[in-house]
């Protein structure tokens, strides 16, 4: 099975930054082990797969190791693809039906608005090697069903973070969001997002931790609208709507390669 493959950097409009993401458009649902396969070879954070039917496409993400249940960039990728390769008219609603329900994706100039369901953390008491792992203080930790969420007390003690990865891979969840208030008035906050036990050591964008962090900080901050920094080495820009129980993500995206699999 030969397939169209392309290569997207996501939360960015500038090439080779932001986080790139594989999108495989299929003609029909192939075997779990050729997408893990698959996956395995390009050897992204994400890869993903989709399948058109009648109301939009099956979306499914996987990571070098695992499938994972929710993925922020990798769905700005695709719906990127869908809009640039003419797979849907400029105007029309993408629709993707996932593990997490129904996500759309509207155009929105030259961003792309991502309608995800909000996934708030509850302060949670760090797990045995988490804080020790990252090097750092906390100043608050959260848990949501994925996920850790640790406020550190500025953007330099963010930055400087050098995990211990063996330690930080035996915690106990898909990743570990770190964050901290911006040193600048362009952002609201930065973020780095670590998910070694998913194969993934630092993630350069991760559009999923945005839907626990843009409620996290709408409340600290009493504003539903944020813009956000994912401050690693690749970085990108991520705009935020709280809005009840979904967030609407904001963000850009740029086709770098273009290819066939299979």
């Known amino acids: 099975m030969s397939v169209p493959m392309i290569l997207v950097d996501a939360f960015t409009a500038k090439p080779f930054s932001g986080n790139p993401a594989a999108v495989c458009i299929l003609p029909e649902p192939p075997s779990e082990q050729w997408m893990h396969d698959v996956a395995r070879e390009m050897n992204l954070s994400e890869t993903a797969f989709l399948v058109r039917q009648q109301d939009g496409f099956d979306l499914r993400w996987f ?72 090097g750092v203080e906390a100043q608050y930790v959260g848990r949501n069903r994925t996920d850790y969420l640790v406020l550190v007390n500025s953007e330099k003690i963010l930055r400087e973070i050098r995990p211990d990865w063996a330690a930080l891979g035996q915690v106990d969840c898909r990743g570990i969001a770190v964050t901290s208030r911006s040193t600048t008035d362009e952002y609201d906050f930065v973020s780095r997002f670590f998910a070694p036990k998913s194969g993934i050591l630092e993630d350069p964008v991760t559009g999923s931790s945005h839907c626990c962090l843009g409620p996290f900080w709408a409340a600290r901050l009493n504003k539903t609208e944020l813009v956000a920094y994912q401050a690693s080495a690749r970085g990108g820009v991520v705009k935020m709507k709280v809005v009840g129980d979904r967030v609407l993500l904001g963000g850009q995206a740029v086709s770098v390669m273009h290819g066939t699999i299979g």
Not at 97 to 108: D, E, F, M, P, V
């Open 63 to 134: 990571t070098p190791t695992v499938e994972v249940q929710l993925c922020g960039h990798a769905t700005l990728a695709s719906a990127h693809v869908f809009w640039v390769e003419g797979y849907l008219p400029p105007g029309e609603q993408a629709r993707f039906h996932t593990a997490s329900g129904l996500l759309t994706a509207n155009r929105k100039g030259d961003w792309i608005e991502l309608d995800f369901p909000s996934q708030p953390e509850e302060s949670a008491i760090p797990p045995s090697g988490l804080l020790s792992s990252l």
